[in-house]
């Protein structure tokens, strides 16, 4: 794969416990400015550890973690983190989730009450949450939730966006609709240079051929890095793009990675 | 009975009544039978107790004295506990060192301390303020570190992904994080203290809700007895209802806090 | 990574840490009461030594035996009344309907305060006590219980309903052991209530109705403040009431943990 690096991962290993489980060993990775490469492997895999570490809520037990080159010593707001059961502040609105990073954080310095004002707006309206400013968390469904989610993350303007299985609470059809949301929002169509990059989590193979330019399949016990797997399918992808007989191989292939674990995982 | 009338708030209030109806019903029938007012006036009596005692204002000033007590008491806890259990639920250490003292004076009911605070500060307004303060401080100094340590760690990681400085991260995420525990503490604290009220303005003070039943106890004036008696129950259902009306306004989408 | 044993360090450390609070604020207590120059202060010297003699005279053990029996007499005619009745509420809405008026409106009025009526019918003597434990610790078990039965997982029910159970049968082999752990937690909640009661009511009745008579660890306290005017062992009532307390909470937890070991703490 072509393009500068942005994140760097060597070697990367994360034990818990002194003598515990050993959550990842040994991940090399390169992670390229403005792709979207997605982890897909079984629970256990540690790739949520992974995340983590990228994110640097935790630190690794062995090896690096790098941004620019630049060894990431916690977290901060270039690399904005979407939780699995999106952790809106339920006492805040949408706005008020929104704003909350520029508000009390380090990436709104320098705005002023008005630039965040300007700046959650334009966000709200790019990520089709129009009208609902005033709402709180506990009146949204899920889909919405999750729409606040990435507003409020990308609010900050992040240069590198973590996602941990950010659908997946989401039923399925509603998944659908916020896979292409999310590419558009990412903005699929523009080039790699302009686009933020993104690491992307989950579980469901489908979902990750949809969206990856790149593939990470990891197995688990210990977790560990298998194949990264390009997915050249042309974008911007919509649902012909599931259809496409190159889709379906490219899932095969991952799947057949992952399979045998994946069913151990039912008998244990 | 038309289902109409069965379900929904109309037919709540409809069964209220009626149960209400029937227990009047057997009182009545009960102090008939005894035929002894000082022992067991009859509703009517009663309610003739109320009306004097409301027109003439008496109820509503010890009323007053002992709700003026609560609210200070429950100031004074509040300030007191809530500090330190937000300090102690973020810090192990704290906990670990002030958790030991709390342990061994929770058991030691507040009510337990009457004799000898009556011995250190005499009878009048300041004893029965102490007891309820204590009291209500030790079940709202529990809730707020439950509360602090209940908090979602993912709340948190997002705020530090954002970049937010720890100081920022305590007031502006754990503090309104932890809210809708604390209110649910408070209520505990009220419910904790107005028992003690009775006990401690009983024994201890010269006016309020509980002088005014023993007062009237030793008269032998029953009727009078119970009204105050209906009077500490009525605000403290008033209280309940108004902390949880202001955990719904301030804490909305709290899940149903209820008290057990 | 060392596997090594926890060293002695590792668990020193938390224990040295928590007794030195209590330790420390007992050591200050001492030295500034005595520093005070009053006599009558109590000191931990002079409570440990009252304590002993009132151990050794009898009188201590006697007071809280009297004050436990009132308590337990009281608690299981609460649990005898309170527990079918909550069973029955939470089970059927049409009890609850008609019996949760009254509940609710009497709940709010402490046990504490129904204690003149309870002179009043009783006199100053244990009946009057035991009335006053019964109904105190009468609400928490009620309505933990009706809590604890309304909790059952209604497609349980169902399942038995279709197994052909009669509604009774139900209560008696879902609904029951279901609502076990809440019926749990309201004992021991009630345990509580009715100590405090206890104590409260002895107490009162030690201050209004004079010195004698009534007994139990309350009305003992009072007399210490009220005649002999002995500080120190008021302080031991004091903490033989707290230690009562904890035992009574101990001893109940454990029960509960040994009648249900699947519930969760």
């Known amino acids: 794969m072509n393009g500068r690096v942005k994140l760097k991962l060597e070697g990367v290993g994360k034990r818990f416990d002194a003598g515990g489980t050993i959550a990842v060993q040994d991940v090399t990775l390169d992670v390229v400015q403005g792709e979207f490469l997605v982890i897909v492997g079984p629970s256990g895999c540690g790739k949520t550890t992974l995340l983590n570490i990228l994110a640097g809520l935790e630190a690794p037990s062995a090896g690096s973690v790098a941004i620019d080159a630049r060894p990431i010593r916690g977290p901060g707001p270039e690399r904005g983190v979407m939780f699995q059961d999106y952790a809106l502040f339920p006492w805040q609105t949408v706005w008020g989730n929104i704003a909350f990073g520029l508000r009390h954080g380090p990436a709104g310095d320098g705005l002023g009450a008005a630039g965040i004002d300007a700046r959650v707006r334009s966000t709200v309206e790019l990520v089709g949450l129009a009208g609902s400013e005033r709402k709180y968390p506990h009146q949204l469904s899920g889909g919405m939730r999750q729409r606040v989610a990435l507003a409020r993350l990308i609010a900050n303007e992040p240069e590198v966006l973590l996602m941990d299985e950010p659908l997946a609470a989401l039923d399925a059809q509603t998944r659908i609709i916020l896979q292409e949301e999310l590419l558009r929002i990412w903005g699929q169509d523009r080039p790699a240079s302009e686009r933020r990059t993104v690491v992307f989590i989950t579980h469901a193979i489908d979902e990750a051929v949809f969206l990856a330019d790149r593939v990470a399949v990891m197995t688990s016990h210990p977790g560990r890095l298998k194949a990264v797997i390009d997915v050249p399918l042309p974008r911007p992808r919509n649902d012909a793009t599931r259809a496409l007989a190159e889709s379906q191989a490219l899932a095969q292939r991952i799947w057949g990675l992952i399979r045998d674990e994946a069913y151990r995982a039912t008998v244990t | 009975m038309t289902t109409a009338i069965r379900h929904g708030r109309f037919g709540t209030a409809f069964a209220y009544m009626r149960t209400m109806a029937v227990f009047v019903a057997a009182w009545w029938a009960l102090a008939l039978w005894t035929g002894n007012p000082a022992l067991l006036p009859t509703p009517l009596e009663v309610l003739k107790a109320i009306v004097a005692l409301a027109s003439d204002l008496e109820l509503f000033l010890h009323a007053g004295i002992s709700l003026w007590r609560m609210l200070l008491s429950l100031a004074l806890a509040t300030v007191l506990a809530v500090p330190l259990g937000v300090a102690m639920g973020l810090s192990r250490v704290l906990d670990g060192l002030v958790d030991p003292v709390v342990e061994i004076l929770r058991p030691i009911s507040g009510i337990a301390w009457i004799p000898l605070a009556l011995f250190i500060l005499g009878v009048g307004n300041a004893l029965p303020v102490f007891i309820m303060t204590y009291a209500a401080f030790f079940p709202i100094l529990l809730g707020t570190v439950a509360g602090v340590r209940g908090v979602d760690r993912r709340l948190i990681d997002a705020a530090r992904t954002m970049g937010v400085p720890h100081r920022r991260i305590v007031a502006r995420v754990v503090v309104p994080a932890a809210l809708p525990s604390l209110l649910v503490a408070l209520r505990l604290g009220v419910a904790s203290s107005w028992t003690a009220v009775v006990a401690a303005e009983l024994i201890g003070a010269p006016s309020g809700l509980g002088y005014a039943i023993e007062w009237y106890r030793e008269l032998l004036l029953t009727p009078q007895v119970m009204t105050f008696i209906a009077m500490i129950g009525l605000l403290g259902y008033l209280f309940d209802r108004a902390l949880r009306a202001l955990a719904q306004r301030f804490t909305p989408w709290a899940a149903d806090a209820r008290m057990s | ?265």
């Open chain 3, 1 to 265: 990574m060392s596997t090594a044993l926890p060293s002695t360090r590792s668990f020193a450390l938390p224990a040295a840490r928590s007794v030195a609070l209590p330790i420390a604020l007992v050591v200050v207590w001492q030295l500034a009461g005595a520093a005070s120059g009053n006599a009558r202060t109590p000191l931990p010297t002079h409570v440990l030594a009252a304590a002993l003699q009132l151990i050794e005279s009898g009188e201590l053990p006697l007071a809280l035996l009297q004050s436990l029996g009132r308590v337990f007499t009281g608690f299981a005619i609460a649990a005898a009344l309170a527990i079918p009745l909550g069973l029955a509420m939470g089970s059927f809405a049409g009890v609850e309907r008609n019996v949760d008026p009254l509940v609710e409106s009497f709940r709010p009025i402490a046990a504490i305060a129904i204690l003149p009526l309870a002179i009043l019918w009783l006199g100053t003597g244990t009946p009057a006590a035991v009335l006053i434990v019964a109904y105190a610790a009468f609400f928490p078990i009620v309505v933990n219980t009706v809590a604890g039965a309304k909790r059952i997982n209604p497609t349980l029910l169902r399942a038995a309903a279709t197994m052909g159970l009669s509604r009774l049968a139900i209560v008696r082999t879902v609904v029951v052991p279901g609502a076990l752990p809440a019926i749990g937690t309201g004992l021991r909640i009630a345990m509580g209530v009715a100590w405090t009661a206890i104590v409260a009511a002895e107490l009162a009745v030690g201050a209004k109705a004079g010195g004698g008579g009534s007994g139990g660890i309350g009305q003992m306290m009072f007399v210490f403040y009220a005649y002999s005017i002995e500080l120190n062992r008021i302080v031991v009532c004091m903490i033989a009431v707290g230690l009562v307390a904890l035992a009574l909470d101990r001893a109940l937890r454990a029960a509960m943990r040994w009648a249900m070991p699947w519930a969760a703490r």
